[in-house]
């Protein structure tokens, strides 16, 4: 894999998971780790097409992934919970009289 790919993996890693971990744009950091991880998971953890001593480890591989992106797939439906900086910043905007926008 080239550098420059790989400097590009580590920060879509990176960003994303800390916009879930901090509740930040939180739907626009799960969009950005499933975008990523769905054609990561299909090209390098193709198990179909190793070779039986390999296959089984990719296997593991995958579905550990697959995992991932089920709970990415939640987090993008139910959206920032109660304690995330999304909801603060609402919760502060509400304060303020500004308008607030209705949950999506």
Sequence with gaps: MPEVLLAVAIGLELAGGLSLLLGWKTRLGAVALLAFLVPVTLVFHAFWAMPAGQAQQEMIQFLKNLSIAGGVVAILAAGPGALSL???????RARDGAPVRAAA
């Design 86 to 92: 999304d909801a603060l910043r609402e919760r502060g």
